[in-house]
Protein backbone atom coordinates (compact mmCIF):
# COMPACT_ATOMS: atom_id res chain seq x y z
CA UNK A 1 0.00 0.00 0.00
CA UNK A 2 1.19 3.13 -0.92
CA UNK A 3 2.23 5.56 1.98
CA UNK A 4 0.31 9.00 2.68
CA UNK A 5 3.10 11.62 2.04
CA UNK A 6 1.29 14.77 3.54
CA UNK A 7 -0.18 15.75 6.70
CA UNK A 8 -3.30 17.90 7.99
CA UNK A 9 -2.48 21.40 7.82
CA UNK A 10 -3.49 21.88 11.80
CA UNK A 11 -0.15 19.32 12.36
CA UNK A 12 2.03 22.03 11.14
CA UNK A 13 4.25 23.48 13.85
CA UNK A 14 4.97 27.62 14.00
CA UNK A 15 8.82 27.00 12.76
CA UNK A 16 10.82 24.64 11.26
CA UNK A 17 14.66 24.85 9.90
CA UNK A 18 13.45 24.89 6.47
CA UNK A 19 9.92 25.47 4.53
CA UNK A 20 10.20 24.40 0.91
CA UNK A 21 7.67 25.38 -1.25
CA UNK A 22 6.54 23.59 -3.91
CA UNK A 23 7.15 19.74 -4.46
CA UNK A 24 8.54 19.29 -7.82
CA UNK A 25 12.00 18.49 -9.08
CA UNK A 26 13.68 21.34 -7.04
CA UNK A 27 12.04 21.47 -3.84
CA UNK A 28 11.89 17.60 -3.70
CA UNK A 29 15.06 17.97 -4.00
CA UNK A 30 15.58 20.10 -1.19
CA UNK A 31 13.38 18.86 0.93
CA UNK A 32 15.21 15.20 0.97
CA UNK A 33 18.48 16.58 0.48
CA UNK A 34 18.19 18.82 4.15
CA UNK A 35 15.53 16.33 5.85
CA UNK A 36 18.79 14.13 5.32
CA UNK A 37 21.01 16.74 7.11
CA UNK A 38 19.05 16.79 9.95
CA UNK A 39 17.02 19.81 9.20
CA UNK A 40 13.58 20.09 10.58
CA UNK A 41 12.27 20.23 7.07
CA UNK A 42 8.45 21.98 6.05
CA UNK A 43 7.13 21.47 2.30
CA UNK A 44 4.13 23.63 1.46
CA UNK A 45 2.30 22.54 -1.78
CA UNK A 46 -0.59 24.53 -3.61
CA UNK A 47 -2.33 21.18 -5.01
CA UNK A 48 -2.97 18.04 -3.91
CA UNK A 49 -1.69 14.59 -2.83
CA UNK A 50 -2.78 12.04 -5.56
CA UNK A 51 -2.31 8.71 -4.84
CA UNK A 52 -1.08 6.16 -7.64
CA UNK A 53 -4.33 4.79 -9.28
CA UNK A 54 -6.92 8.43 -8.64
CA UNK A 55 -4.65 9.77 -11.38
CA UNK A 56 -7.69 11.02 -14.30
CA UNK A 57 -8.76 8.13 -16.87
CA UNK A 58 -11.68 9.01 -18.09
CA UNK A 59 -13.01 12.40 -19.34
CA UNK A 60 -15.00 13.99 -16.58
CA UNK A 61 -12.21 12.93 -14.12
CA UNK A 62 -9.72 15.17 -16.52
CA UNK A 63 -12.12 17.87 -16.68
CA UNK A 64 -12.35 18.12 -12.88
CA UNK A 65 -8.67 18.40 -13.28
CA UNK A 66 -8.06 21.13 -15.08
CA UNK A 67 -7.86 25.03 -14.15
CA UNK A 68 -7.94 27.59 -16.96
CA UNK A 69 -6.28 31.01 -15.54
CA UNK A 70 -6.48 34.10 -17.62
CA UNK A 71 -6.57 37.39 -16.90
CA UNK A 72 -9.62 38.24 -15.05
CA UNK A 73 -11.03 34.41 -16.68
CA UNK A 74 -10.49 31.57 -14.57
CA UNK A 75 -12.20 28.37 -14.19
CA UNK A 76 -11.49 25.14 -12.18
CA UNK A 77 -10.66 24.24 -8.75
CA UNK A 78 -7.35 25.53 -7.81
CA UNK A 79 -5.64 22.14 -7.15
CA UNK A 80 -6.56 20.79 -10.29
CA UNK A 81 -3.82 18.92 -11.61
CA UNK A 82 -3.68 20.75 -14.74
CA UNK A 83 -3.06 24.56 -14.59
CA UNK A 84 -3.18 26.10 -17.96
CA UNK A 85 -2.49 30.05 -18.01
CA UNK A 86 -3.75 31.60 -20.74
CA UNK A 87 -1.68 34.60 -21.87
CA UNK A 88 -2.28 37.54 -24.66
CA UNK A 89 1.06 36.77 -25.68
CA UNK A 90 1.76 32.72 -24.88
CA UNK A 91 0.20 29.93 -23.06
CA UNK A 92 1.19 28.12 -20.55
CA UNK A 93 0.70 24.51 -19.04
CA UNK A 94 1.86 23.74 -15.12
CA UNK A 95 1.47 20.80 -13.36
CA UNK A 96 -0.17 21.27 -9.58
CA UNK A 97 -0.24 18.72 -6.94
CA UNK A 98 2.44 17.00 -4.51
CA UNK A 99 5.32 15.96 -7.04
CA UNK A 100 4.66 19.05 -9.10
CA UNK A 101 5.61 18.94 -13.34
CA UNK A 102 6.56 15.20 -12.66
CA UNK A 103 3.44 14.18 -12.24
CA UNK A 104 2.25 15.05 -16.13
CA UNK A 105 5.09 15.42 -17.79
CA UNK A 106 6.43 12.94 -20.46
CA UNK A 107 9.65 12.20 -17.86
CA UNK A 108 11.98 12.72 -20.56
CA UNK A 109 15.52 13.06 -19.00
CA UNK A 110 18.34 14.83 -21.37
CA UNK A 111 21.25 16.67 -20.16
CA UNK A 112 21.67 19.85 -22.48
CA UNK A 113 23.98 20.38 -25.25
CA UNK A 114 27.60 21.37 -23.46
CA UNK A 115 27.44 24.19 -25.37
CA UNK A 116 23.83 25.50 -23.59
CA UNK A 117 26.02 25.89 -19.90
CA UNK A 118 28.93 27.97 -22.25
CA UNK A 119 26.84 30.72 -22.92
CA UNK A 120 27.62 33.54 -21.15
CA UNK A 121 24.63 33.93 -19.72
CA UNK A 122 25.88 31.42 -16.73
CA UNK A 123 27.83 32.53 -13.66
CA UNK A 124 30.73 31.06 -14.44
CA UNK A 125 31.00 28.98 -11.11
CA UNK A 126 28.63 26.72 -12.74
CA UNK A 127 31.29 25.63 -15.19
CA UNK A 128 34.24 26.03 -12.70
CA UNK A 129 33.52 23.99 -9.78
CA UNK A 130 33.30 20.29 -10.56
CA UNK A 131 29.25 20.40 -9.30
CA UNK A 132 27.39 20.31 -12.00
CA UNK A 133 28.49 17.04 -13.22
CA UNK A 134 27.74 16.02 -9.68
CA UNK A 135 24.78 17.46 -9.96
CA UNK A 136 23.53 15.42 -13.08
CA UNK A 137 25.06 12.05 -11.50
CA UNK A 138 22.72 12.75 -8.02
CA UNK A 139 19.57 13.54 -10.35
CA UNK A 140 19.97 10.70 -12.31
CA UNK A 141 20.90 8.41 -9.46
CA UNK A 142 17.53 9.30 -7.83
CA UNK A 143 15.11 9.21 -11.21
CA UNK A 144 16.96 6.50 -13.24
CA UNK A 145 16.59 7.23 -17.05
CA UNK A 146 16.20 4.45 -19.04
CA UNK A 147 15.90 3.72 -22.76
CA UNK A 148 12.93 1.23 -23.25
CA UNK A 149 14.68 -1.54 -24.94
CA UNK A 150 12.10 -2.72 -27.38
CA UNK A 151 11.23 0.74 -28.64
CA UNK A 152 12.07 -0.06 -32.30
CA UNK A 153 9.54 -2.55 -32.28
CA UNK A 154 6.88 -0.20 -31.55
CA UNK A 155 4.31 1.37 -34.25
CA UNK A 156 4.64 5.29 -33.14
CA UNK A 157 8.78 4.90 -33.34
CA UNK A 158 8.36 2.98 -36.28
CA UNK A 159 6.53 6.25 -37.79
CA UNK A 160 8.95 8.64 -36.09
CA UNK A 161 11.88 6.44 -38.29
CA UNK A 162 9.23 6.92 -41.64
CA UNK A 163 9.41 10.80 -40.62
CA UNK A 164 12.97 10.57 -40.09
CA UNK A 165 13.82 10.14 -43.65
CA UNK A 166 13.28 14.09 -44.33
CA UNK A 167 16.09 14.89 -42.24
CA UNK A 168 18.81 11.68 -43.16
CA UNK A 169 19.09 11.13 -39.46
CA UNK A 170 17.54 8.05 -37.65
CA UNK A 171 15.31 8.34 -34.23
CA UNK A 172 17.41 6.74 -31.13
CA UNK A 173 15.52 5.49 -28.58
CA UNK A 174 14.33 8.46 -25.66
CA UNK A 175 15.92 8.12 -22.02
CA UNK A 176 12.69 8.13 -19.77
CA UNK A 177 12.28 8.17 -16.10
CA UNK A 178 10.29 5.18 -15.93
CA UNK A 179 10.70 1.77 -14.54
CA UNK A 180 10.09 -0.65 -16.65
CA UNK A 181 10.52 -3.55 -14.41
CA UNK A 182 9.36 -3.94 -11.27
CA UNK A 183 11.64 -2.22 -8.60
CA UNK A 184 12.60 -0.97 -4.88
CA UNK A 185 13.52 2.66 -5.92
CA UNK A 186 16.64 4.52 -4.19
CA UNK A 187 13.48 5.74 -1.80
CA UNK A 188 12.52 2.71 -0.87
CA UNK A 189 9.54 2.35 -2.57
CA UNK A 190 8.43 -0.35 -4.34
CA UNK A 191 7.58 0.50 -8.07
CA UNK A 192 5.73 -1.84 -10.64
CA UNK A 193 6.93 -2.15 -13.97
CA UNK A 194 5.62 0.13 -16.65
CA UNK A 195 2.84 -1.64 -18.70
CA UNK A 196 3.38 0.08 -22.11
CA UNK A 197 0.02 2.13 -21.76
CA UNK A 198 0.73 5.82 -23.11
CA UNK A 199 -0.76 7.39 -20.18
CA UNK A 200 2.56 9.00 -18.44
CA UNK A 201 1.08 12.73 -19.04
CA UNK A 202 -2.35 12.49 -17.57
CA UNK A 203 -0.53 10.63 -14.51
CA UNK A 204 0.72 7.01 -14.03
CA UNK A 205 -1.49 4.80 -12.48
CA UNK A 206 0.59 2.12 -12.41
CA UNK A 207 3.31 3.45 -9.88
CA UNK A 208 5.82 3.04 -12.71
CA UNK A 209 6.53 6.58 -13.72
CA UNK A 210 9.72 7.83 -11.10
CA UNK A 211 7.99 11.19 -10.35
CA UNK A 212 9.15 13.20 -7.61
CA UNK A 213 6.06 11.55 -5.76
CA UNK A 214 7.93 8.53 -6.37
CA UNK A 215 11.48 9.46 -5.49
CA UNK A 216 12.50 12.41 -3.54
CA UNK A 217 9.53 12.68 -1.74
CA UNK A 218 9.35 9.80 0.15
CA UNK A 219 13.01 9.93 0.48
CA UNK A 220 12.04 13.34 2.49
CA UNK A 221 9.25 11.80 4.29
CA UNK A 222 11.67 9.04 5.70
CA UNK A 223 14.11 11.53 7.16
CA UNK A 224 11.25 13.52 8.54
CA UNK A 225 10.28 16.21 6.70
CA UNK A 226 6.50 17.04 7.16
CA UNK A 227 4.65 17.95 4.25
CA UNK A 228 0.79 19.78 3.54
CA UNK A 229 -0.96 20.44 0.47
CA UNK A 230 -3.66 22.47 -0.66
CA UNK A 231 -1.74 25.24 0.45
CA UNK A 232 -0.26 28.26 -1.63
CA UNK A 233 2.07 30.73 -0.71
CA UNK A 234 1.64 34.56 -1.31
CA UNK A 235 4.76 36.06 -0.39
CA UNK A 236 7.70 35.73 1.93
CA UNK A 237 8.55 38.38 5.16
CA UNK A 238 12.35 38.60 6.29
CA UNK A 239 12.34 38.68 10.01
CA UNK A 240 15.34 39.44 12.30
CA UNK A 241 16.93 35.61 12.75
CA UNK A 242 14.85 34.22 9.48
CA UNK A 243 12.02 33.86 7.26
CA UNK A 244 8.03 34.26 8.02
CA UNK A 245 5.87 32.02 4.72
CA UNK A 246 2.58 33.47 4.24
CA UNK A 247 -0.10 31.36 2.88
CA UNK A 248 -4.12 30.32 2.79
CA UNK A 249 -5.70 27.87 1.76
CA UNK A 250 -5.61 26.95 -2.24
CA UNK A 251 -9.45 26.59 -2.81
CA UNK A 252 -10.94 29.16 -0.34
CA UNK A 253 -11.53 32.31 -1.20
CA UNK A 254 -12.88 32.84 2.54
CA UNK A 255 -9.66 31.13 4.03
CA UNK A 256 -7.84 33.11 6.86
CA UNK A 257 -4.32 33.84 6.27
CA UNK A 258 -2.09 32.10 8.07
CA UNK A 259 2.17 31.97 8.35
CA UNK A 260 4.71 29.06 9.31
CA UNK A 261 8.55 30.71 10.32
CA UNK A 262 11.74 28.90 9.41
CA UNK A 263 16.16 29.69 9.68
CA UNK A 264 15.77 29.37 5.61
CA UNK A 265 13.40 29.44 2.80
CA UNK A 266 13.71 27.43 -0.44
CA UNK A 267 11.40 28.45 -3.37
CA UNK A 268 10.62 25.22 -5.53
CA UNK A 269 7.02 26.10 -6.68
CA UNK A 270 7.76 26.56 -10.39
CA UNK A 271 8.83 28.95 -13.18
CA UNK A 272 5.46 30.98 -12.53
CA UNK A 273 5.22 30.06 -8.87
CA UNK A 274 8.54 31.40 -7.02
CA UNK A 275 8.40 34.46 -9.90
CA UNK A 276 4.69 35.44 -8.32
CA UNK A 277 5.74 35.23 -4.77
CA UNK A 278 9.23 37.16 -5.24
CA UNK A 279 7.39 39.80 -7.29
CA UNK A 280 4.28 39.48 -3.94
CA UNK A 281 7.43 40.01 -1.53
CA UNK A 282 9.20 42.93 -3.73
CA UNK A 283 5.53 44.58 -2.94
CA UNK A 284 5.73 44.38 0.33
CA UNK A 285 9.13 45.71 0.53
CA UNK A 286 11.65 42.66 0.39
CA UNK A 287 14.49 44.05 -1.62
CA UNK A 288 15.29 42.01 -4.74
CA UNK A 289 16.88 42.54 -8.13
CA UNK A 290 15.71 44.81 -11.07
CA UNK A 291 16.02 41.58 -13.27
CA UNK A 292 13.02 39.79 -11.24
CA UNK A 293 11.14 38.29 -13.72
CA UNK A 294 13.16 38.51 -16.78
CA UNK A 295 14.35 36.18 -19.29
CA UNK A 296 11.51 34.25 -19.55
CA UNK A 297 11.62 31.11 -22.09
CA UNK A 298 9.07 28.74 -23.49
CA UNK A 299 12.17 26.25 -23.88
CA UNK A 300 11.75 26.31 -28.24
CA UNK A 301 8.35 24.23 -27.41
CA UNK A 302 6.15 23.07 -30.17
CA UNK A 303 3.06 20.06 -29.69
CA UNK A 304 1.63 19.76 -33.11
CA UNK A 305 0.44 16.75 -34.99
CA UNK A 306 0.14 15.04 -38.48
CA UNK A 307 -2.57 13.36 -39.79
CA UNK A 308 -3.43 11.29 -42.85
CA UNK A 309 -0.20 9.35 -42.98
CA UNK A 310 -0.31 5.74 -44.61
CA UNK A 311 1.15 3.70 -41.47
CA UNK A 312 -0.72 2.96 -38.30
CA UNK A 313 0.61 5.13 -35.51
CA UNK A 314 -1.26 3.84 -32.35
CA UNK A 315 -0.61 7.35 -30.44
CA UNK A 316 -3.12 7.75 -28.20
CA UNK A 317 -2.81 5.92 -24.26
CA UNK A 318 -5.19 3.37 -23.61
CA UNK A 319 -4.53 3.62 -19.91
CA UNK A 320 -4.43 0.89 -16.96
CA UNK A 321 -6.84 -1.32 -16.53
CA UNK A 322 -6.77 -0.91 -20.56
CA UNK A 323 -9.37 0.46 -22.91
CA UNK A 324 -8.74 -1.42 -25.24
CA UNK A 325 -6.64 -3.96 -26.80
CA UNK A 326 -3.87 -4.14 -29.93
CA UNK A 327 -0.59 -3.26 -30.23
CA UNK A 328 1.60 -1.86 -27.73
CA UNK A 329 1.56 2.03 -27.05
CA UNK A 330 4.85 2.52 -25.24
CA UNK A 331 6.01 5.07 -22.87
CA UNK A 332 4.38 8.32 -23.95
CA UNK A 333 7.83 9.43 -25.48
CA UNK A 334 9.82 6.32 -26.71
CA UNK A 335 12.06 7.68 -29.50
CA UNK A 336 13.36 11.20 -30.32
CA UNK A 337 15.21 12.77 -33.78
CA UNK A 338 17.95 14.89 -32.33
CA UNK A 339 19.20 17.55 -34.93
CA UNK A 340 21.95 19.26 -33.65
CA UNK A 341 23.75 22.43 -35.65
CA UNK A 342 26.75 22.77 -35.47
CA UNK A 343 27.58 25.91 -36.22
CA UNK A 344 25.01 27.39 -34.37
CA UNK A 345 22.95 25.80 -31.02
CA UNK A 346 20.11 27.92 -31.70
CA UNK A 347 18.98 26.17 -35.01
CA UNK A 348 19.40 23.06 -32.92
CA UNK A 349 15.97 21.31 -31.78
CA UNK A 350 14.84 17.92 -30.69
CA UNK A 351 11.47 16.06 -32.33
CA UNK A 352 10.13 13.25 -30.38
CA UNK A 353 7.12 11.48 -31.09
CA UNK A 354 4.18 11.50 -28.01
CA UNK A 355 0.97 9.54 -26.80
CA UNK A 356 -2.02 11.61 -25.67
CA UNK A 357 -3.51 10.46 -22.98
CA UNK A 358 -6.54 7.91 -23.23
CA UNK A 359 -8.70 10.21 -21.26
CA UNK A 360 -8.51 12.61 -24.09
CA UNK A 361 -9.60 10.42 -26.72
CA UNK A 362 -13.29 11.13 -26.78
CA UNK A 363 -12.25 14.86 -27.54
CA UNK A 364 -9.88 14.04 -30.24
CA UNK A 365 -12.17 13.86 -33.03
CA UNK A 366 -13.96 17.14 -32.24
CA UNK A 367 -10.32 18.66 -31.86
CA UNK A 368 -9.93 17.37 -35.73
CA UNK A 369 -13.14 18.72 -37.42
CA UNK A 370 -12.09 22.11 -38.82
CA UNK A 371 -9.89 23.26 -41.48
CA UNK A 372 -10.96 20.18 -43.75
CA UNK A 373 -10.66 17.16 -41.21
CA UNK A 374 -14.40 16.32 -40.96
CA UNK A 375 -14.17 13.06 -42.57
CA UNK A 376 -11.68 11.59 -40.77
CA UNK A 377 -13.14 13.17 -37.49
CA UNK A 378 -16.20 11.88 -38.16
CA UNK A 379 -14.84 7.82 -39.60
CA UNK A 380 -13.53 8.45 -36.25
CA UNK A 381 -16.22 8.86 -34.14
CA UNK A 382 -17.66 5.46 -35.82
CA UNK A 383 -14.87 3.57 -35.32
CA UNK A 384 -12.85 5.00 -32.42
CA UNK A 385 -9.65 6.46 -32.24
CA UNK A 386 -8.07 3.50 -31.82
CA UNK A 387 -8.93 2.06 -35.41
CA UNK A 388 -10.49 4.91 -37.44
CA UNK A 389 -8.30 7.70 -39.20
CA UNK A 390 -7.13 8.91 -35.34
CA UNK A 391 -4.98 5.77 -35.18
CA UNK A 392 -2.68 7.34 -37.47
CA UNK A 393 -1.97 10.53 -35.80
CA UNK A 394 0.84 11.59 -35.20
CA UNK A 395 1.67 13.86 -32.17
CA UNK A 396 5.34 15.98 -32.33
CA UNK A 397 7.13 17.10 -29.25
CA UNK A 398 9.98 19.67 -30.53
CA UNK A 399 12.66 21.36 -27.95
CA UNK A 400 14.34 23.96 -29.47
CA UNK A 401 15.85 27.12 -27.98
CA UNK A 402 14.23 31.04 -28.15
CA UNK A 403 15.91 34.43 -27.00
CA UNK A 404 14.21 34.05 -23.45
CA UNK A 405 12.83 37.89 -24.03
CA UNK A 406 9.53 37.07 -22.04
CA UNK A 407 9.19 38.96 -18.85
CA UNK A 408 7.17 38.02 -15.72
CA UNK A 409 4.32 41.04 -14.27
CA UNK A 410 2.41 41.10 -11.96
CA UNK A 411 -0.96 43.08 -13.02
CA UNK A 412 -4.13 43.11 -10.99
CA UNK A 413 -3.25 40.84 -9.08
CA UNK A 414 -1.98 38.11 -11.38
CA UNK A 415 0.92 36.59 -12.72
CA UNK A 416 0.78 37.74 -16.46
CA UNK A 417 2.90 36.63 -19.31
CA UNK A 418 4.11 39.30 -21.44
CA UNK A 419 6.16 38.43 -24.57
CA UNK A 420 4.30 40.86 -27.66
CA UNK A 421 5.65 39.05 -30.49
CA UNK A 422 6.63 35.63 -29.73
CA UNK A 423 4.97 33.92 -32.54
CA UNK A 424 7.82 36.14 -34.84
CA UNK A 425 10.54 34.23 -33.06
CA UNK A 426 12.51 32.27 -35.53
CA UNK A 427 12.17 29.20 -33.80
CA UNK A 428 8.76 28.94 -35.02
CA UNK A 429 9.45 29.14 -38.59
CA UNK A 430 12.48 26.65 -38.24
CA UNK A 431 9.55 23.78 -36.42
CA UNK A 432 7.19 24.13 -38.42
CA UNK A 433 9.41 23.67 -42.06
CA UNK A 434 10.88 20.83 -39.92
CA UNK A 435 7.74 19.23 -39.05
CA UNK A 436 5.43 20.09 -42.91
CA UNK A 437 9.16 17.79 -44.14
CA UNK A 438 8.04 14.94 -41.25
CA UNK A 439 4.72 15.20 -42.29
CA UNK A 440 5.47 14.78 -45.88
CA UNK A 441 7.78 12.04 -45.24
CA UNK A 442 4.99 9.63 -43.59
CA UNK A 443 2.10 10.85 -46.26
CA UNK A 444 0.21 13.28 -43.91
CA UNK A 445 -0.60 16.77 -43.68
CA UNK A 446 0.70 18.52 -40.79
CA UNK A 447 -1.45 20.30 -38.51
CA UNK A 448 -0.05 23.13 -35.91
CA UNK A 449 -3.34 24.16 -34.04
CA UNK A 450 -6.02 21.85 -33.23
CA UNK A 451 -7.55 23.45 -30.67
CA UNK A 452 -7.30 27.13 -32.93
CA UNK A 453 -11.20 27.29 -32.50
CA UNK A 454 -10.76 27.17 -28.62
CA UNK A 455 -9.67 29.64 -25.62
CA UNK A 456 -6.25 28.35 -26.78
CA UNK A 457 -6.47 29.84 -30.13
CA UNK A 458 -3.46 29.83 -32.49
CA UNK A 459 -0.90 31.48 -30.03
CA UNK A 460 2.40 29.57 -29.08
CA UNK A 461 2.23 27.31 -25.72
CA UNK A 462 4.85 25.95 -23.73
CA UNK A 463 5.17 22.92 -20.84
CA UNK A 464 8.61 23.94 -20.19
CA UNK A 465 9.01 27.76 -18.78
CA UNK A 466 12.06 28.73 -17.35
CA UNK A 467 13.47 31.96 -16.40
CA UNK A 468 12.44 34.75 -14.43
CA UNK A 469 14.80 34.22 -11.35
CA UNK A 470 17.67 33.42 -13.80
CA UNK A 471 21.24 33.05 -12.69
CA UNK A 472 23.68 35.80 -12.64
CA UNK A 473 27.23 36.99 -11.66
CA UNK A 474 25.52 39.86 -9.38
CA UNK A 475 22.05 41.38 -9.16
CA UNK A 476 22.71 43.32 -12.54
CA UNK A 477 22.72 40.29 -14.07
CA UNK A 478 20.64 38.27 -12.37
CA UNK A 479 18.00 37.40 -9.15
CA UNK A 480 19.72 34.51 -7.54
CA UNK A 481 23.84 33.38 -7.71
CA UNK A 482 25.29 30.39 -8.94
CA UNK A 483 23.91 28.68 -5.50
CA UNK A 484 20.59 30.06 -6.18
CA UNK A 485 20.90 31.97 -3.54
CA UNK A 486 19.08 35.28 -3.97
CA UNK A 487 20.50 38.89 -4.31
CA UNK A 488 19.66 41.41 -1.83
CA UNK A 489 19.21 44.32 -3.85
CA UNK A 490 19.93 45.79 -7.60
CA UNK A 491 23.26 45.54 -7.54
CA UNK A 492 26.27 43.87 -6.31
CA UNK A 493 26.30 40.33 -5.07
CA UNK A 494 25.07 40.30 -1.49
CA UNK A 495 22.36 37.64 -0.86
CA UNK A 496 20.05 37.29 1.42
CA UNK A 497 20.65 35.11 3.92
CA UNK A 498 18.46 31.35 3.84
CA UNK A 499 16.56 32.55 0.64
CA UNK A 500 16.77 30.14 -1.97
CA UNK A 501 15.10 29.78 -5.80
CA UNK A 502 15.61 26.03 -7.01
CA UNK A 503 13.12 25.39 -9.63
CA UNK A 504 13.20 26.69 -13.70
CA UNK A 505 13.19 29.71 -12.60
CA UNK A 506 16.87 29.87 -12.34
CA UNK A 507 17.37 29.29 -15.68
CA UNK A 508 18.46 31.52 -17.45
CA UNK A 509 18.26 30.77 -20.72
CA UNK A 510 16.55 28.20 -23.30
CA UNK A 511 18.49 24.28 -23.00
CA UNK A 512 17.45 22.58 -26.23
CA UNK A 513 15.92 19.87 -24.24
CA UNK A 514 13.32 18.56 -21.83
CA UNK A 515 14.21 20.37 -19.12
CA UNK A 516 13.49 17.97 -15.66
CA UNK A 517 17.47 16.47 -15.47
CA UNK A 518 18.51 20.15 -15.38
CA UNK A 519 16.50 21.78 -12.84
CA UNK A 520 17.02 18.41 -10.79
CA UNK A 521 20.51 18.60 -11.14
CA UNK A 522 20.81 22.37 -10.66
CA UNK A 523 19.14 21.52 -7.44
CA UNK A 524 21.18 18.70 -5.99
CA UNK A 525 24.58 21.16 -7.10
CA UNK A 526 22.59 24.04 -4.84
CA UNK A 527 22.22 21.87 -1.84
CA UNK A 528 25.70 20.54 -1.82
CA UNK A 529 26.61 24.21 -1.09
CA UNK A 530 24.13 24.79 0.59
CA UNK A 531 25.54 22.24 3.22
CA UNK A 532 29.25 23.19 2.38
CA UNK A 533 28.74 26.74 3.52
CA UNK A 534 26.86 25.81 6.85
CA UNK A 535 28.78 22.59 8.05
CA UNK A 536 25.83 19.94 7.16
CA UNK A 537 26.58 16.69 5.91
CA UNK A 538 24.21 14.20 4.31
CA UNK A 539 24.36 11.08 2.24
CA UNK A 540 22.98 9.83 -0.48
CA UNK A 541 22.51 6.34 0.37
CA UNK A 542 19.64 4.55 -1.04
CA UNK A 543 16.84 3.01 1.23
CA UNK A 544 16.90 -0.52 1.23
CA UNK A 545 14.36 -0.89 4.16
CA UNK A 546 12.24 2.11 4.73
CA UNK A 547 10.34 0.09 7.79
CA UNK A 548 13.63 -0.85 9.83
CA UNK A 549 14.97 2.88 9.47
CA UNK A 550 11.90 4.14 10.55
CA UNK A 551 11.75 1.75 13.44
CA UNK A 552 14.88 3.06 14.22
CA UNK A 553 14.85 6.74 14.23
CA UNK A 554 11.75 5.92 16.60
CA UNK A 555 13.50 4.37 19.53
CA UNK A 556 16.48 7.26 18.93
Known amino acids: MQTTLSLPPEAMKPAYDVVVVGSGYGGGVAASRLSRAGQRVCVIERGREVPTGAFPARLPELRRELQLNGGKMRSGSRTGLYDFRLGADIHVLVGCGLGGGSLINAGVALRPDARVFADRAWPEAINHDGLLDLGFERARAMLRPARYSDAPALSKYRSLETASAAFGQSPVAAPVVVSFEQTVNPAGVTQAACTLCGDCCSG ?126 GACVAGQIELPDAGDLDRSMIIQEGVLPSALAPLLPVFFLSGGRILGAAQSLIKGVYEGPLSHLHTFFVVSHDNAGGRLTLANGSLQVNWPNVADQPVYTRVDEALTKAAEAVGGRYIKSPLATTNMGTKPATAHPLGGCGMGEDASSGVVDHKCQVFAGPSGGETHAGLYVCDGAVIPRSIGCNPLLTITALAERAMVHLARDRHLGFDTEAIRAPAERAMKRAMT
Not at 222 to 241: D, I, N, P
Not at 251 to 258: R, S
Not at 275 to 285: D, F, P, V
Open 204 to 329: CNVGAKNTVAMTYLPDAHAHGAEMFTALTVSHVEKLSGGWRVHFAPSDDKNGAPQSVDAKSVVLGAGTLGSTEILLRSRERGLKLSDKLGEHFSANGDIIAFALGGRERVNAVGVGEPAKFTGDTV
